[in-house]
């Protein structure tokens, strides 16, 4: 090989490991702000529960398939929870933009706010309700 052959090699490989670094970067940068984003907010949410025995609600909307899951698992563990649908005007779309979220869904479960259907999150805030209901 000539040594312009070589050159030319070696400039192809470092362009394609710019090109890879870039992408690679690109794709980690995309979940940073999800891995800095904490699983829960901690508040006093009582005024946003329809009563004094409703430790649950769900802000969420009746076409997203991730409310649809909080649904499901809530229903499917005999959860009593407050279903506020956000798509309509009123308090309950009142209340869900007081949090500023902009995605769905928001579930309350005694003094956490969760955004999106964390399941691991959802258990731990339902299992640190238990205790409080056996006193």
Known sequence: MNSTRIKQIKTVLI???ILGLGL???????KVPQWLTPAYVE????SYYPDASTKVVL????TCP???????YLSEHNIPYADVDVSHAGKGQQDYRSFGETAVPVILIGNRRITGFKLPVIEAALDQLKPAARR
């Open 24 to 30: 690679g970067v690109g794709r980690i940068a995309t």
């Open 43 to 46: 508040g006093n949410f009582q």
């Open 66 to 72: 991730y409310c649809q899951l909080t649904r499901d």
């Open 59 to 62: 802000y969420g909307t009746k």
């Open 15 to 17: 362009y394609a490991a």
